[in-house]
């Protein structure tokens, strides 16, 4: 095999990798689209509800799962359908070229990175191979839920650490938590608040946590920031796992693309996992086909970048003006607003008005966190948010009736 091909993993290790999976299917949007010559930077593409039950309105503004409106790109979607004729065969070497393409980008070595089908799994085999009843998980409050839900699973003492007074995780008070966690794990940009964690306190909490503890970073929002990334520590052979994505600026939640980034040693210890590692599958050629050319397109992610961060810049601007509380310092695709009530409530009373909004967290009961989507959602969203913070709490159409189950509303927490 061409030597341009075989970075990341070797194929004995994928196999091992993947040897607990069952088999899966990824599927891949309508050919139409990239015959219409759909641009995917222009004109946002069909949303699914994403939806396990109830259907929503066909016209429900959906900004609860930090979804990318956009879709893929429309290199993506050509790389999709050239690849799909390919689908009779497994094509090992889709795999490898794609991984070839982003350990060049970041300079790493081969077996330094493994490609997903979605980030989800591979970031639940990343703390469960570094948890467990004798190993705790100390990680960011509020932060995404993944972390503590594969510490309950493992059995692993879980040590919650308050943000500090700017929403970055406090690196000093989570060394302090436990003197010899299994992992600590750091969402950067945080979700929900979509705030940063210097990239010198990271280091700082690498060089100085107890030996044999790792710390686990989940970069999946990192585009849309204006930081360093942490890969870098990965190729100074550091103990870290960085999580990456393709589901968020990317557009391709839907196709499944991630990859773990970390030395071959933590990458192997996956192995050992059972339970959710075993509903993984390899990824299909379309996804990686489209990973790679979205790695590859130079455009993509500062075009992106900045129709979020100005949207999003319009939608604080607005409810800033209106007198609302926003959590400052977003860099994601996401932000928080103190909505003066029990958010659960509130999100009802949006879905009322035909826009799912994202859920709440128990460390900021009155807060909700909204995706940024298009700028004509956005629109929509500011109309139905001041209609429902100018109602009293509790008495919009009843307050038990603004209590809909949870998983009414979109969520990435639904991801397969």
Known sequence: MNSNLTQGVSRRSFMRILGAASAAATSFPALAAVQAGTQAAAQPAARGNGMRGMQLSPDTVIISSNENPLGPAQSALTAICTTAPLGGRYHF????????????????????????????????????????????????????????????????????????????????????????????YIVNPNNPTGTMTPKADIVWLVNNKPKGSVVIIDEA??????????????????????????????????????????????????NIVGGPSRSLASI??????????????????????????DIRSETLEFLTKHGYKIVPGSQGNMFMVDVKRPGKEFQAAMLK????????????????????????????????????????????????????????VPSELYRG
């Open 284 to 309: 299909s050629i379309t996804s990686a086909a489209a990973a790679r050319v979205s790695l590859q397109d130079k455009d993509l992610v500062p075009l992106r970048k900045k129709i979020n961060s």
């Open 93 to 184: 070497d889709e795999y490898m070229k794609t991984v070839a393409v982003f350990n060049e980008q970041f300079g790493l070595k081969k077996d330094y990175s493994a490609l997903f089908p979605g980030s989800g799994g591979p970031l639940d085999l990343a703390l469960m191979s570094n948890i467990g009843p004798d190993k705790p998980l100390v990680y960011g409050d509020p932060s995404y839920e993944q972390g503590p839900r594969a510490a309950d699973t493992m059995k692993a003492p879980k040590y919650p650490v308050p943000l500090t007074t700017t929403y970055a995780h406090d690196v000093k008070a989570m060394l302090k938590a436990h003197p010899s966690p299994g992992a600590y």
């Open 221 to 270: 929002y990192h585009h849309f920031s204006n930081d360093e990334s942490c890969i870098d520590l990965v190729a100074q052979d550091k103990d870290v796992i960085v999580m990456r994505t393709f589901s968020k600026i990317y557009g391709m939640a839907g196709l499944r693309a991630g990859f773990a980034v970390a030395r071959p040693d933590l990458i192997e210890r996956f």
């Open 353 to 408: 008005q035909n826009v799912a909004i994202g859920r709440t967290w128990s460390a900021m009961p009155n807060y909700v966190r909204v995706t940024v989507g298009t700028k004509s959602e956005m629109e929509k969203f500011q109309t139905a948010f001041v209609k429902c913070m100018d109602t009293p709490p509790g008495t919009a159409n009843g307050a038990a009736e603004l209590h809909l189950p949870e998983f009414h």
